[in-house]
């Protein structure tokens, strides 16, 4: 059973002292930033800063993934070759972000064979692609297939209301505002997409941060929008959002009980479908039911 995903703190690489407290928050995944957070002429500075702390730093057994430059920049094969040969089986994924064609997956997980293999690594490095820009979007099928290694996508909302020509609505860019705007949900049909690509490989799928950090009902709303739209999961920006996300994407004390009552129900599954308190059940809604009981007891919910 893989480790939960639903809160992946992005931390900026430069600033050192944040991992530490990284390391002590309630986020499943800590992820170490060597992009957007991180200025031009902090790059190398910031990379030495991320190795420092994966050899000195207790993560509590936290998932600890690294966001690369992209493959287009001049930046990205160091931060993947230095970092990768510093931290050895200290990294659980390498987040590749504003892949726009598969061809910048197999690049990096060709590159990771290689790395894998000369250091002698046991565990695979997993990838986190993110779907960013309209290319991406319309690649997003071929690249959530272009390598066994890739555990999951994530959305970018900012790059991608950039690569449309969308509007700036708001001071972040990531979420804020939309009722103002649009009558529904404004990013139903890319992050639909990207769960839907994520979803037929077998992988996660992570929606896009929520940028005001100080409002909390906005997140909540955020969050629970791209719960119900299959989303596993979603970055965050700041420590004070980590308590809401987890809240919205752990399994509710009533779907697990529901859950329980489903499996009993359906037995070895071989009847099909099923009745449940009057209600017809077929072997769909188990398969739902199997991943929340399953969660769940990762959770130690059940």
């Not at 702390?53 to 993560?59: D, G, P, Q, R």
């Not at 230095?82 to 598969?102: C, F, M, T, W, Y």
């Not at 490095?125 to 996508?153: F, H, K, N, P």
Request: glycine share 8%; net charge negative.
């Amino acid at each position: 059973m893989n480790k939960p995903c639903r809160s992946i703190l992005s931390v900026p690489g430069h600033k050192e002292k944040m991992h530490a407290s990284a390391a002590l928050s309630q986020a499943d995944v800590i992820m170490l930033d060597l992009e957007d957070s991180v200025p031009v002429d902090k790059k190398e500075a910031a990379r030495e800063s991320i190795m420092a702390s994966l050899s000195s730093v207790n993560f509590n057994q936290k998932s600890i993934y690294l966001r690369i430059n992209s493959v287009d920049s001049p930046f990205a094969y160091k931060d993947l070759i230095q970092v990768v040969e510093s931290a050895r089986e200290g990294l659980d994924a390498i987040v590749v972000p504003k892949v726009n064609h598969e061809g910048d997956i197999h690049f990096i997980s060709r590159l990771l064979d290689g790395l894998e293999m000369a250091l002698g690594l046991e565990k695979q490095i997993r990838i986190q692609a993110c779907i960013e820009t309209a290319q991406g979007l319309a690649r997003v099928r071929q690249i959530a297939g272009a390598a066994d290694r890739i555990s999951s996508l994530a959305f970018g909302i900012a790059d991608y209301q950039a690569s449309i020509g969308a509007g700036l609505i708001s001071l972040s860019g990531h979420g804020e505002n939309e009722d103002q705007v649009y009558a529904g949900h404004r990013w139903h049909f890319p992050i639909s997409r990207v769960v839907m690509a994520a979803k037929a490989q077998g992988l996660l799928a992570l929606d896009a941060p929520y940028g005001n950090f100080q409002d909390t009902d906005g997140l909540r709303k955020s969050a629970g929008q791209s719960r119900a739209l299959g989303c596993d999961g979603k970055w965050v920006i700041h420590p004070d959002q980590i308590q809401v996300v987890n809240q919205v994407f752990t399994p509710a004390p009533e779907e697990i009980v529901r859950a329980r009552q489903i499996l009993d129900a359906a037995g070895d599954q071989s009847t099909g479908a099923v009745a449940v308190q009057g209600r017809m059940v077929d072997l769909a809604t188990v398969r739902i039911a199997r991943r929340v009981w399953e969660q769940a007891i990762f959770l130690e919910l059940a």
